[in-house]
């Protein structure tokens, strides 16, 4: 079975703060994707990679930075949270390129920025 | 722009009623389609897939999706419900593109069943 783990389930951060999120996968799959959730916007996609240093931005990058310095190893920065970033983040790989290969999703992390 | 539309925000039904959700996308090319489902409390997990062949694909848990393309539509069926199937249910779009494979979801449709 494929697994996503992502480091925290909940974060509460203060206005300013750096933020890590980190997201580990366990399946050697190439692509890796960041994802923020919110009620009535669905899944709106930060950054994904598609490789080891590769990145490229999504729909939302503004607010946000990404590592990926091992295969398995996926990383949302917040340089300097705000509160519009209170949110649920979520994590997820697959194998390649091809279209039809489906996305695995972590469990999520939920940050408030108070 | 190029968009996924899930007409139904929040859907409640009553055990063994039959569910329709509805999915329309936007995109012009050939596209890759799915049913994703978020239990409470859990993770999204796949409900099942589109990428070529018979558009009516069966899934997990017996659900069923048909992608009409004439219509840009991949609508969710089931049957006949169950209260385990409470959950929110996301529709996602994939352009089959090369340098990517990036899903555009949909907002999300909440399913209540009450037993």
């Known amino acids: 079975d494929v697994k996503v783990t992502q480091s925290s389930r909940y974060l509460v951060k203060r206005t300013g703060e750096k933020v890590f999120l980190e997201c580990v996968q366990d399946m050697d799959h190439e692509n890796m994707f960041w994802y923020r959730q919110d009620p009535g916007l669905g899944l709106r996609l930060i950054y994904f990679s598609y490789d080891v240093k590769m990145k490229e931005k999504g729909d939302i990058p503004e607010g946000y930075s990404v590592s990926r310095e091992k295969k398995e190893r996926f990383s949302l920065i917040l340089e300097s949270a705000s509160t519009n970033q209170t949110s649920m983040y979520l994590c997820?790989?697959?194998?390649?390129?091809?279209?039809?290969?489906?996305?695995?999703f972590g469990p999520g992390t939920r940050l408030t920025v108070l | 722009a190029q968009s996924v539309s899930q007409h139904n925000h929040h859907v409640i039904l009553s055990e063994a009623a039959s569910l329709e959700l509805g999915c329309n996308y936007s995109y012009g090319g050939t596209v890759n389609l799915f049913w994703y489902v978020q239990y409470p409390g859990q993770h999204l997990q796949l409900l099942l897939k589109?990428?070529?062949?018979?558009?009516l694909v069966k899934g997990i848990k017996g659900f069923e999706a048909e992608f009409i393309k004439s219509k840009f539509s991949f609508n969710l069926r089931k049957p006949s419900v169950q209260w385990s199937d409470t959950a929110e249910y996301f529709c996602a779009v994939m352009p089959d593109q090369t340098g990517a494979n990036n899903l555009f979801f949909g907002t999300g449709t909440r399913l209540t069943v009450i037993p």
């Open positions: 589109y990428f070529s062949g018979d558009p």
């Open positions: 997820a790989s697959s194998l390649g390129l091809a279209g039809s290969d489906e996305q695995f």
